[in-house]
């Protein structure tokens, strides 16, 4: 067991990466994955996603700096702050299938909310319920709605998001419309967040929706000039990615090592920034890394097609065998001091709820769009 505490985050690197890359297939030299944004290899990549979310927030919750000297416990330190690269992939993916479907699939509008709003609003509604629940057993009060559920920030975002999507591409056809309409509506998240004082993490990948639908527009344009010069971008991509990072988290460091002049709210933005590249050059970087690589296997397709579900129930479960509830508010009577059996019974937990309430989602979303006729 102590062996397991010492390497815990080797460990989990280790299952993680395997998930993504067991049964990949590497193309050969001058030739290319052509399903490379296919909906299989981009649910496959979105399964690894999901597994690392589950690794972040444990560590957000076990591992982090910020928390009291009392709850923290090592071990998975090197997830702490990965959350808004994975999260920029989810949006990137997100945008580009929203546009792929709008142009592929004549029927893409008909019942859209139903399709589109079901799979979310009920596993939302369902851990809502739950949070609200476990924040009355132990006596914890949260003034703002929209914090009861600490995950659900996500939902909000991607509402507003489809909400633009429908108001730019539904009535009129012309792309440019519907580009500036998500635009708009990405903007005006930000500035919402910004005049309600929410955290980083509710805007600082607010831009890769619309990346993705741009990308996905001009997608032959994108394939063609990474395919030119191909290692290049693959380097300069993950360079970006690392430089955008440590700005985004360790601004102050680099402040410290290199003697500059910057007050804080300069620091402050630098870290936006950092964030903000680094989310558009980790999605870039992915969609590079596919076309070279072909992903899939049981395991990340299986967590890809429960993306949205796992996402916001193994949130209520962090909690509850984690050290404390809902934002340090109340210690957890159920804690599990182990890291590496904690994140086990979190992923042992949410699995298979996630699962069930992705069969509710479809029952329900089947009956609501099914023809009338039929």
């Not at 929203?98 to 859209?112: G, I, R």
């Amino acid at each position: 067991m102590d062996f397991l505490i010492k390497y815990s985050n080797l460990i989990w690197l280790i299952i993680w990466f395997a998930v993504l890359l067991v049964g990949a297939k590497v193309c050969g030299l001058k030739k290319w994955n052509e399903d490379a944004m296919s909906f299989n290899q981009t649910k496959a990549i979105l399964g690894f996603c999901a597994f690392g979310i589950v690794l972040h927030h444990c560590a957000e919750h076990r591992s982090a700096f910020w928390l009291p000297q009392y709850y923290i416990r090592p071990g998975l330190e090197k997830y702490i702050l990965i959350g808004h690269l994975l999260v920029a992939i989810f949006l990137f993916y997100s945008g580009y299938g929203m546009y792929k479907s709008a142009k592929n699939n004549v029927h893409s509008f008909d019942k859209y909310f139903a399709k589109r709003y079901i799979p979310i609003l009920i596993p939302f509604a369902v851990t809502y319920a739950a949070f609200l629940i476990l924040a009355k057993i132990y006596k914890v009060h949260q003034k703002d709605i929209l914090d009861r559920h600490p995950y659900a920030w996500y939902v909000y975002f991607i509402l507003v998001l489809y909400l633009a999507f429908w108001l730019g591409f539904r009535f009129i056809k012309k792309d440019w419309f519907g580009i500036l309409i998500v635009a708009v509506g990405s903007f005006a998240w930000v500035f919402w967040c910004l005049r309600t004082g929410r955290g980083t993490w509710w805007y600082n990948t607010s831009q890769m929706f619309l990346v993705g639908i741009l990308v996905a527009k001009f997608e032959k344009g994108f394939v063609w000039l990474f395919k030119k010069l191909y290692v290049l971008w693959l380097i300069l991509f993950a360079v970006v990615t690392y430089l955008g990072y440590q700005v985004g988290y360790n601004m102050w460091g680099i402040v410290q090592n290199y003697n500059l002049q910057m007050n804080e709210v300069q620091v402050a933005n630098w870290q936006i920034f950092g964030q903000l590249i680094s989310s558009l050059s980790v999605a870039l970087l992915a969609m590079t890394v596919s076309l070279k690589v072909r992903i899939g296997n049981p395991v990340n397709r299986f967590l890809g097609t429960i993306t949205l579900e796992l996402y916001l129930i193994h949130g209520l479960f962090v909690e509850i065998f984690g050290p404390y509830i809902i934002v340090e508010r109340a210690m957890s009577k159920t804690a599990i001091k182990n890291n590496f059996l904690y994140v086990i019974v979190v992923f042992a937990v949410s699995v298979p709820l996630a699962y069930l309430m992705g069969l509710l989602d479809k029952r329900i979303k089947n009956m609501l769009t099914k023809p009338k006729n039929s």
